[in-house]
């Protein structure tokens, strides 16, 4: 019985893509998964993008498929990955989220596993407001949120600047976006996988 784990995201610099690649591969690592990474639609005009030197770095993961709102039905698990805008999810994420009226509706969502990762500029950006304020959408459509326990002990590392809560796996791209996913939050990305991955894979069998 193979186990459908869906990671849906939205980078406009890359910070939150890699997040997401790593969060695949620990899914992956679960015996019976498999693994679906997804973007959501862009809204930010082409030439607004160019200007800003986003549109180069989505270049770079352009490869990845744009999500459609009814397949998430599809997924046993979905862990979704948006940059924090203001303490809260992006607008592209609210928007695709936004079109899963029709899912709510059915019943559509009700009973999968829903996991939250995040990217914010500074430590203080708003990391947990950004993934807790996700799980109002998930509860609404009836999913099972899971997030990082303390067995993951890279949560509690103190001897680095590091992102990482117990809500989701986070990454800090510093102000000017040059700070790369740093090796402590890709293994925690990659703890939120396979935990998330194993879950579904317990409730489904």
Known sequence: MKINVQIVFYSMYGH???????????????EDVEVSLYQVPELVPEEVLERGGAK????????IPVAKPEQLAEADAII????TRFGNMC??????LDQTGPLWM???????????????A???????????????????????????????QRLVNMS?????????ASTLAGGDGSRQPSENELAIARFQGRHVA??????KG
Do not use: D, W
């Open 16 to 30: 939150t893509c890699k997040m997401a690649e790593a969060v695949a591969e620990g899914a992956r690592e679960v």
């Open 56 to 63: 180069a770095a989505r270049a770079a993961f352009a490869h």
């Open 80 to 83: 979704f990955g948006t940059p």
């Open 91 to 96: 607008a592209q994420m609210r928007n695709f």
């Open 106 to 120: 059915k019943g559509g969502l009700i009973g999968k596993v829903g996991s939250v990762f995040t990217s914010t």
């Open 122 to 152: 500074t430590q203080h950006g708003g990391q947990e407001t950004t993934i807790t304020s996700f799980h109002s959408t998930l509860l609404h459509h009836g999913m099972i949120i899971v997030g990082v326990p303390y067995s993951e």
């Open 160 to 168: 680095e600047i590091t992102g990482g809560t117990h809500y989701g």
């Open 198 to 203: 194993r879950i579904a894979r317990t409730l």
